[in-house]
């Protein structure tokens, strides 16, 4: 372990002179106000058109509940409406607004919008380039003619890796909180929010219900996010030892995670798309209670899928990248 | 303990630092290696010497365990690189074809960053290697704004670190000017009078030629020599170059002569560079020793002399010779 740590030191601090970390430091500090703002007109809108927030969850649940009559709608969505319906409902029986404006209620929104799309690209910002940046520029030959295992550079690449997606989900929901709560407020902390909805074809069974405050929640959902974004992390690490570009790396990875976002909406009739990783990424719904993509997935089995894709990932890596012949 | 290993390990291969045995490589069916066998004393300049695309930086690539020979053995300092890569990479350090860095680090977090993968480099050290191949001034600038020579200098400094036995250099001559090269000669020298062996590829053979001790010439894959330069040129033609006032009566008389061989233009492997402007140069393959007894029977007979050039045989034409009929592909 001694002689480990100067390795993850070395990788530590290249992730972080080349500057990667600012650059996601920054978009997060350019999307967030946007997305706050964009939340404070909905409030103000809100606010304006009803008294009460009570009298909007009626009505959204009537507008629902609307659109299920329509034979226009298919079966999918009025499935998914359906349970948002009953889901409102709870919130109303029990007197709790779901939407509550301010700064913790974003934040949880915010990040469980993010799990999907905008966390993996900021993973992959980190590490598409970790190996095949080091092939590109040719230090890798440095790299490995030093008196240091193979598997032991991998390693505290990996190390590093994974310290910077764990700061990113923090610095994310971190960066979040505060600029929200500047125009939201700094409130709802101890907010409860309903959790254990468990869904069974279209109605939901509230028999696990139970309500947890806000911050709770919140840090389950940063748990949540931080197993799927790891998972992300692992696969391009695999990717970058396998692609030689790191270009190439990347446009692999997004692919692969665009196009988990694409079935997700659309591939619910092909039942063995769930074991792809990328459907796999919505962590958060489960918290929340929201319909999986496809009907049969839990958070167990998601986590066990994301779990397996993580490990062969790292079996391919190690094995790929100890025994490869360097010859560019 | 570890030190006692080593020792003994030595002692079997007396002062061979490096020590290369019938390794061969094939990639995806094709056979790039085919059977080298050499080995590097201590404190000699080893020269690797081949055209492009021989093999000289696969055969490099193999030594630091860059890349898994198919068969053969590859001890450093007695330990086998295959089985034992960290001991036998304690005692290497080489720069691979282009000197790289991290560009967005300074040159000395470069230097930092390498010394962390090595046991008792202090920042001492890094001072040292940094002095020792005149960085010091501009070591805590980006590398980003090095030049090539500068990038060199780094790669060098980087392989000095762990002070290595034998330094692994591939075509370190690439990219410099001549007085680069002139300085990159000295330093060699230098660190081979510190007892390190110093093992050097390259394409241009003049270059080679006036830094090594020994060398091993290769291609397609195969040694065709090893020795020392004296040795491997011993065998090389000796040409005498002859202008005379009157050609034609000049060409008669040295073609009389038992032990003159007169060379045909397209014959003969001196560079071209060094007949330019020598009008109707004769070009013959002689013996030096008898030029002096040539001259004075040219002169009796009435032709003058303009010029005679005796031209040292250069591992050009040594190369040239045993490549013979070789075409490149």
């Known amino acids: 372990m001694n002689r480990l740590l100067p390795l993850i030191q070395n990788e530590t601090l290249k992730i972080w002179k080349k500057k990667r970390f600012f650059v996601i430091v920054l978009v997060l500090l350019t999307l967030i106000p946007i997305f706050t703002y964009a939340q404070l007109r909905i409030t103000e809108t809100n606010k304006k058109n009803f008294k009460d927030w009570r009298n909007q969850l009626v009505q959204q649940i009537s507008e629902y509940q609307n659109t299920l009559s329509s034979d226009r709608i298919p079966d999918e969505w009025k499935r998914s409406r359906q349970i948002a319906v009953q889901q409102l409902q709870y919130y109303l029986d029990h007197d709790v607004n779901p939407n509550s404006p301010d700064g913790v209620t974003f934040t949880r929104i915010f990040l469980s919008n993010a799990v999907t799309l905008f966390f993996p690209l900021l993973v992959l910002a980190l590490a598409s380039d970790l190996v095949s940046g080091e092939r590109t520029s040719g230090t890798i030959k440095m790299l490995l003619t030093r008196p240091v295992r193979r598997w032991k550079i991998l390693f505290s690449k990996l190390v590093a890796l994974s310290l910077y997606v764990s700061l990113t989900v923090v610095v994310s929901a971190v960066l979040c909180y505060l600029i929200s709560g500047a125009l939201l407020g700094y409130n709802g902390w101890g907010m409860p929010v309903f959790t254990g909805f468990f869904i069974n074809g279209s109605s939901v069974e509230s028999g696990l219900v139970h309500a947890i405050p806000q911050w709770l929640y919140l840090l389950m959902e940063a748990g949540l996010i931080w197993v799927s974004a790891m998972t992300v992390a692992l696969l391009a690490l695999m990717v970058s030892v396998l692609v030689r570009s790191t270009a190439g790396s990347i446009v692999t990875m997004m692919a692969a995670v665009i196009s988990g976002t694409i079935l997700s909406s659309m591939a619910s009739s092909w039942h063995s798309a769930k074991f792809i990783f990328s459907v796999n990424l919505q962590l958060t719904d489960y918290l929340a209670g929201s319909p999986p993509p496809i009907t049969g997935m839990s958070l167990g089995f998601s986590l066990v899928i994301l779990a397996c894709w993580g490990i062969i990932s790292l079996v391919v890596s190690f094995s790929v990248f100890t025994r490869q012949d360097i010859l560019n | ?329």
């Not at chain 2, 020269?47 to 000289?56: C, D, M, R, S, T």
């Not at chain 2, 890349?67 to 890569?85: A, M, V, W, Y």
């Not at chain 2, 030629?209 to 020994?214: A, L, S, T, W």
């Not at chain 2, 004769?282 to 013996?287: E, P, R």
């Open chain 2, 1 to 329: 303990m570890q030190y006692e290993r080593q020792e003994a390990g030595q002692s079997a291969h007396q002062d061979v630092v490096l020590f290369v045995r019938n390794i061969k490589k094939q990639i995806s069916g094709k056979t790039i290696i085919n059977d080298i066998t050499f080995e590097v004393r201590a404190g000699e300049i080893f020269g690797f010497l081949g055209p492009n695309g021989a093999g000289k930086t696969t055969t490099i690539r193999m030594l630091v365990d860059l890349i898994k020979p198919s068969s053969g053995e590859i001890l450093i300092c007695g330990e086998d690189i295959g089985r034992h890569p960290e001991a036998a990479l304690r005692h290497v350090g080489c720069i691979v074809e282009n000197p790289e860095a991290y560009s967005y680090l300074t040159g000395w977090e470069n230097l930092e960053h390498f010394a962390r993968m090595q046991r008792g480099i202090d920042n001492a050290r890094i001072r040292e290697v940094a002095a020792i191949v005149g960085l010091d001034a501009r070591i805590h600038d980006k590398v980003r704004t090095y030049s090539l020579g500068m990038r060199q200098r780094l790669g060098i400094a980087q392989a000095l670190l762990g002070q290595p036995k034998l330094l692994i250099l591939d075509e370190p001559t690439n990219g410099l000017d001549p007085k680069g090269i002139k300085e990159l000669r000295e330093f060699v020298r230098m660190l081979a009078d510190q007892g390190m062996s110093l093992f050097i590829s390259s394409h241009l053979l003049s270059e080679i030629q006036m830094m090594c001790d020994r060398v091993a010439i290769i291609s397609r894959g195969k040694v065709l020599a090893v020795g020392t330069v004296d040795e491997l040129i011993h065998g090389a033609d000796n040409y005498v170059v002859w202008q005379f006032e009157q050609p034609e009566a000049g060409r008669r008389l040295l073609a009389g002569e038992g032990d003159v061989e007169l060379v045909l233009e397209h014959e003969h492997r001196i560079d071209e560079s060094l007949l330019a402007g020598m009008k109707e140069a004769l070009i013959t393959a002689m013996n030096p020793d008898r030029i002096s007894a040539l001259v004075e029977k040219a002169v009796r007979a009435g032709i003058g002399i303009v010029s005679v050039h005796s031209i040292a045989p250069t591992l050009e034409q040594l190369f040239l010779r045993m490549t013979e009929g070789e075409s490149i592909e």
